[in-house]
């Protein structure tokens, strides 16, 4: 019942205060081939150009004050929120992110400006 309730009560959409990439302001890294070469394989390119998208999503989920656990409905709206070229929320950018935010989170040195 309780689990019921608080999905009713779940806003539709994250609020992550980030700007679009035509601002110029947050890119991804680059993506597999520029950063490793042409002669990577397919799963290394894969495995980079997701883990890339996930760390850049659990630093702007941090950075607007959000903390797991979070549910994966968050983490999809929380990647296409962000807008990024190509990306397609998985079970893999969801625990490539959640990784991310308990090392964000469990980290002391980390301090967010605003």
Excluded: H, K, Q, W
């Amino acid at each position: 019942m309780l689990r019921m309730l608080r999905r009713a009560l779940r806003p539709a959409r994250l609020r992550i205060p980030a700007r679009r990439f035509a601002a110029r302001i947050a890119e991804l890294p680059p993506t597999a081939r520029e950063a490793l070469g042409t002669d990577v394989t397919t799963g290394e390119a894969i495995a980079y150009n997701r883990v890339r998208v996930a760390t850049a999503t659990a630093v702007a989920l941090y950075r607007s004050g959000y903390a797991l656990p979070m549910t994966d409905c968050d983490l999809d709206d929380a990647v296409l929120a962000l807008d990024f070229p190509y990306s397609v929320p998985s079970a893999e950018t969801r625990a490539s992110i959640r990784a991310a935010l308990s090392v964000l989170d469990a980290d002391c040195t980390i301090t967010v400006t605003r």
